[in-house]
């Protein structure tokens, strides 16, 4: 069974970077899709990134565009959420979760469609 643990949150300014890590044990992704989801205080899970199990299709949350970017090292069975140009309201707890697929291009960023999550990471982004 695959689990995933998130790493790399903590408190930056705005305008500054993180780069938040989604390891994965029990099983190798390679057959597996991954997203990004956040969750900020009142408000729903919201999708903000995935990537295919190939690496090959990533999308984007229309917030996030030209400021994160989704990579995945299977080799190293971790996914990567590199974000820039923080704002304040990218304040929020950063779940990564995964779907099982054999399709390689599938690329899933609704949470209701997951399969099974990690147990997420604080970023808060404040001056």
């Known amino acids: 069974q695959l689990q995933l643990v998130e790493s790399g949150g903590g408190l930056v300014q705005p305008g500054g970077s993180l780069r938040l890590s989604c390891a994965a044990s029990?099983?190798?992704?390679?057959?597996?899709?991954i997203g990004w989801f956040r969750q900020a205080p009142g408000n729903e899970r919201e999708g903000v990134s995935c990537?295919?199990?190939?690496?090959?299709?990533?999308n984007y949350a229309d917030s996030v565009k030209g400021r994160f970017t989704i990579s995945r090292d299977n080799a190293k069975n971790t996914v990567y959420l590199q974000m820039n140009s923080l704002k304040p309201e990218d304040t929020a707890v950063y779940y990564c979760a995964f779907r099982i697929t054999t399709i390689q291009a599938m690329c899933v960023m609704t949470p209701n469609f997951m399969d099974s999550w990690g147990q997420g990471t604080q970023v808060t982004v404040s001056s």
């Open positions: 990537i295919s199990s190939s690496g090959g299709s990533t």
């Open positions: 029990g099983a190798t992704l390679d057959y597996y899709a």
